[in-house]
Each structure stands twice: as C-alpha cells, then as structure tokens.
T-cell receptor
Framework: GAGVSQSPRYKVTKRGQDVALRCDPISGHVSLYWYRQALGQGPEFLTY????????KSGLPNDRFSAERPEGSISTLTIQRTEQRDSAMYRCASSLFARGNEQFFGPGTRLTVL | GIQVEQSPPDLILQEGANSTLRCNFS?????LQWFHQNPWGQLINLFYIPSGTKQNGRLSATTVATERYSLLYISSSQTTDSGVYFCAVEETQGGSEKLVFGKGMKLTVNP
C-alpha cells in the first residue's frame, strides 16, 4: 500500500492502562505528524518529526503523552495512565518534505478509554 | 496563532445542486488544504492549494492568498459528497509546520 497506515484501527482500554499507537508513513516522506480529533471537531496538532528529530511537541496535552520516531520512519505515540478524556481519534500524517508541503493522512486510531 | 473560520457550518442540499464553501484565515500561509471526512471517518485530500485555482472533476477550489480566503466549489452534488469538509492551513510565521484546521462544514446531500 502506498498510503499512510496506522494500527490498531480501534483500541479500547481501561483507565490507567498505557497504550501505544503506531504510524507507518508513506515511504520516503521526511515529515511525520500526529493529530488528535475529538468528536465533532477538527483535528488538532500534537507533535511532528523531521526524520527522527522531534521538531515541535507543543501540542502534547501533558507529560503522559510522548512520541518517538527512532529510525526516521515508523512512529509510535504512547499515552501512559490513560484517562477517559483521552478518548478520541488519533491521526497520523506524513509529507514528502518539510515546510509548505501537502500532508497525507492515515485512517486513524479510534481510542476509547473506559 | 492563526485563526481559521469556515462557513457555512452546515448545509443540506438536494442531489444535483451546487454549493460553495468558504475558508477565511487570519495570516499568511505556506500551505492550504481542503479535506473531505467521509461517513467512515477517513480524511481524504481534496486539494493542496496555497494559491490559485485547481479543478478535479465536479470539484474546484480557489485561494486568494492576498485576501486570506479560499473557496471550495461542489457542482452537481451527489449523495456520496455527504460528510464533513475541512479547511486547514500552515501559517508562514513561526517555526512549526503544523496544519491548523477549521471547525469543518457538515454537508448532507439528499437523494
């Protein structure tokens, strides 16, 4: 497949558990972005990487959220000690180069915290 | 940060009708994209259009960067056009390449 892929597509977890969400960008894309979308809202920025370097993490809501992209390809967004307010659609996007380039989104991971 | 406003917030059409969606933004941009979120939640790229005009079938878009707005035209609407349309921009100022999304416009096309 040539598009951005994310796994799992759906995740149901209990409050207090840790979750790891995976994003596999389009091959060769330098930049990778994470967004979170609440029901009825537009996606909101969390963090992004150029290659393996995390460039901006200003959108991460608190220190329970972290992300990594160790080899400059696949990225993992980790949420520790999940809370019900973390329930949302988590979307990953990638772009060929940095500034000003078109971003392509994956199908998202729907996270539900019970 | 940059503000993105979309109008109208909701629209109901009969199949075959035309519509225009507007996106206003508060500062200069490097990137402007239009997306369609279908009823299954997928976010589909419609246009990458920081300036100028593009057409793709029944859809076309125009961005007037100097006046800070973009328009998405849907002609001869079909029921499959239903969903939420988002405008998103990357502002020129500042070091981040993030997209800032509008609140979206929900389109319902009835048969």
């Amino acid at each position: 497949g040539a598009g951005v892929s994310q796994s799992p597509r759906y995740k149901v977890t209990k409050r207090g558990q840790d979750v790891a969400l995976r994003c596999d960008p389009i091959s060769g894309h330098v930049s990778l972005y994470w967004y979170r979308q609440a029901l009825g809202q537009g996606p909101e920025f969390l963090t992004y990487f150029n290659y393996e370097a995390q460039q901006d993490k200003s959108g991460l809501p608190n220190d329970r959220f972290s992300a990594e992209r160790p080899e400059g390809s696949i990225s993992t967004l980790t949420i520790q000690r999940t809370e019900q307010r973390d329930s949302a659609m988590y979307r990953c996007a990638s772009s060929l180069f940095a500034r000003g380039n078109e971003q392509f989104f994956g199908p998202g991971t729907r996270l539900t915290v019970l | 940060g940059i503000q993105v406003e979309q109008s109208p917030p909701d629209l109901i059409l009969q199949e075959g009708a035309n519509s225009t969606l507007r996106c206003n933004f508060s500062d200069s941009v490097n990137n402007l994209q239009w997306f369609h979120q279908n009823p299954w939640g997928q976010l589909i790229n419609l246009f990458y259009i920081p300036s100028g005009t593009k057409q793709n079938g029944r859809l076309s878009a125009t961005t007037v960067a100097t006046e800070r707005y973009s328009l998405l035209y849907i002609s001869s609407s079909q029921t499959t056009d239903s969903g939420v349309y988002f405008c998103a921009v990357e502002e020129t100022q500042g070091g981040s390449e993030k997209l800032v999304f509008g609140k979206g416009m929900k389109l319902t096309v009835n048969p």
